[in-house]
């Protein structure tokens, strides 16, 4: 059973536009949220955060917002640029200093000039 | 530079012949992971450690096996590689499980033919 969901396998925005790319979760006892960037031949590199104290997090042109009440969170890309055009990943935590991140199976986002 | 070292990039193996795939960290982080990646299955936990001879069975461990002898190094080991194991294989680190951005190495793309 998928505990971390990202129902869009694939995303094509135009340049300057806004990306959302979503992600679903079924745990409620997920408490923090992460979203990770991957270009191809590359790992996955950490883009943002969000821990579920908070509904919303910023950093630069990338907001995450979380909504706990539908166990839903979102990343938000604004301007969308060419060079964001990757897979993204949405992950899941905490609850238990045991557990390991459960990651969604991916959006593959391409930003179209 | 912080980083996760993965060893070999690239390897292309027969049915049966014993591998490792080395990862070294230089963080002094506490707990380590391997992943493989999947088409349409994003990424999978196949073993994870939360420090030093401490090890635990991730979603998919069948046929792997890993060992944590010292804290910066962990490594994946295929002892009769079938070709559904041919994937593509990350490691990672974080200084904690759950709540901690993970850091991942650059990967390795195995085949098994």
């Known amino acids: 059973d998928q505990q971390v969901k990202q129902n869009s396998p694939s995303l094509s925005v135009q340049e300057g536009r806004i990306s959302i790319l979503n992600c679903d979760y079924t745990?409620?006892?997920?408490?923090?949220f992460l979203w990770y960037k991957k270009y191809p031949a590359e790992g996955p590199t950490f883009l943002i955060s969000i821990s579920s104290i908070k509904d919303k997090n910023e950093d630069g042109r990338f907001t995450v917002f979380l909504n706990k009440s539908a166990k839903h969170l979102s990343l938000h890309i604004v301007p969308s640029q060419p060079g964001d055009s990757a897979v993204y990943f949405c992950?899941?935590?905490?609850?238990?200093?045991?557990?390991?991140?459960?990651f969604g199976k991916g959006t593959r986002l391409s930003v179209i000039a | 530079e912080a980083q996760v070292t993965q060893n070999p990039r690239y390897l292309i193996t027969v049915t049966g012949k014993k591998l490792t795939v080395t990862c070294s960290q230089n963080m002094n982080h506490e707990y380590m992971s391997w992943y493989r990646q999947d088409p349409g299955l994003g990424l999978r936990q196949i073993y994870y450690s939360m420090n030093v001879e401490v090890t635990d069975k991730g979603d998919v461990p069948e046929g792997y096996k890993v060992s944590r002898k010292e804290k910066r190094n962990f490594p994946l080991i295929l002892e009769s590689p079938s070709p559904n194991q041919t994937s593509l294989y990350f490691c990672?680190?974080?200084?904690?499980?759950?709540?901690?951005?993970?850091?991942f190495g650059q990967g390795t793309r195995l085949t098994v033919v």
């Open positions: 992950a899941a935590g905490g609850y238990s200093g045991n557990t390991p991140l459960v």
């Open positions: 990672a680190s974080s200084l904690r499980t759950g709540r901690a951005e993970a850091f």
């Open positions: 745990n409620s006892m997920f408490d923090y």
